[in-house]
């Protein structure tokens, strides 16, 4: 049915920015919440931020104030600015479909495949 596919990862070095897109298909993006997710070495897959149909967003505390995700939905597509990138954001970040308006954002069986960012010291 729905598919995601992110794109925009790289490299970086610490300090520098990256921005994420989600693309999705299936007529399925607009009326749901959308999160982020990253997993990073030694560490279980964490949400990173979501946000919701209407475009209120929250965020977990580790990148709260440096990234912002936002939503275009006449593209289908969701946004993860990320600023002041530090080493410890390095991970696969995989995009989502919520199966909530809003929040608690809960996950669907829809995922990206996911994009790999590498921040330098």
């Known amino acids: 049915q729905a598919q995601l596919v992110e794109s925009g990862g790289g490299l970086v070095q610490a300090g520098g920015s990256l921005r994420l897109s989600c693309a999705v298909s299936g007529s399925l993006f607009s009326p749901k919440a959308m999160a982020w997710y990253r997993q990073c070495p030694g560490k279980a897959r964490e949400l990173v931020a979501t946000?919701?149909?209407?475009?209120?967003?929250n965020y977990a505390d580790s990148v709260e104030g440096r990234f912002t995700i936002s939503r275009d939905n006449a593209k289908s597509t969701v946004y993860l600015q990320m600023n002041s990138l530090k080493p410890e954001d390095t991970g696969v970040y995989y995009c989502?479909?919520?199966?909530?308006?809003?929040?608690?954002?809960?996950?669907?069986?829809?995922w990206g495949q996911g994009t790999q960012v590498t921040v330098s010291s």
């Open positions: 989502n479909l919520g199966r909530r308006y809003s929040p608690p954002y809960i996950p669907s069986e829809y």
């Open positions: 946000i919701t149909s209407g475009g209120g967003a």
